[in-house]
């Protein structure tokens, strides 16, 4: 099976390291036209740039801020006049103690919720606008396990804002279906990113592997081909579903 985006653009979160860089790089190889979407490292999101081609520009937006998600799609569309596929990856994951003072909590909360919920949220609701208008569309958010099966007590707030993109989703696919817009999550485990690595770091990597059915540690690159597959158009009849990919760690 050929799959051949020549001719789309697709926003990608998060896309200058880990999970959003190898959805990028998946995309460009099947000829997308990429927005590579940054907070902090403009240096490494030029360089991811070089690599993709096909008139890929780097967008910098600090997405726990209402007016840069509104000027980061604002400015995608400048660049490129339309979008055909939004992808949400970028996420936060503070770990924070239910203990902790009621001020320390409120923060991570806040945090995470506006980066991980608040701000794939007010995207959907940019692209749906731009979508309807141009006949379709397709999102694709990437939640996580942590969604279904919860996480540790010091990731709440980070299980509960990849619930609610679970939700926004499958709302999206039902409400939109039939104006040409199709909605997927991709849920991943443990994935060897530098988020993941702090839950190594404080758990041990035993925490990790030992819940999986496979024997290495999901990589970046695992979920490119999924997430090419369903912006493609090939598995539209997919909408509204979940693809898991976490070595099988339900079923361990």
């Not at 000829?31 to 030029?46: D, F, Q």
């Not at 979940?242 to 079923?251: E, H, K, Q, R």
Request: some cysteine.
């Amino acid at each position: 099976m050929q799959v051949d985006l020549s001719g789309r653009v697709a926003l990608v979160t998060g896309a200058s390291g880990g999970i959003g860089r190898a959805i990028a790089t998946g995309l460009a190889h099947a000829g997308a036209t990429v927005a590579v979407h940054y907070n902090g490292n403009r240096t490494k999101a030029e360089l991811i740039v070089n690599e993709l081609g096909h008139r890929a520009q780097a967008f910098q937006a600090d997405l726990g801020s209402v007016d840069a998600c509104i000027a980061l799609f604002d400015a995608v569309l400048a660049a490129y006049v339309h979008l055909d596929v939004l992808i949400n990856n970028a996420g936060i994951g503070i770990m924070v103690s239910p203990e902790a003072p009621v001020s320390t909590w409120q923060v991570a909360w806040d945090k995470t919720l506006a980066v991980n919920a608040r701000a794939p949220a007010l995207l959907c609701r940019l692209a749906l606008q731009h979508f309807v208008a141009r006949g379709g569309g397709r999102i694709i958010n990437v939640a996580s396990r942590a969604a279904f099966r919860g996480d540790t007590a010091d990731l709440a707030a980070y299980a509960a804002s990849k619930g609610a993109m679970v939700s926004l989703t499958r709302t999206i696919a039902r409400a939109y279906g039939k104006k040409g817009v199709r909605a997927f999550v991709v849920a991943p485990g443990f994935v060897r990113t530098e988020m993941a690595q702090k839950s190594i770091d404080t758990y041990g990597e035993s925490f990790v592997l030992d819940d999986l059915a496979l024997n290495r540690l999901t990589e970046p690159d695992d979920l490119a081909p999924i997430v090419t597959l369903l912006a493609s158009g090939l598995a539209d009849h997919a909408t509204g579903t979940t693809v898991d990919i976490n070595a099988g760690s339900y079923v361990h």
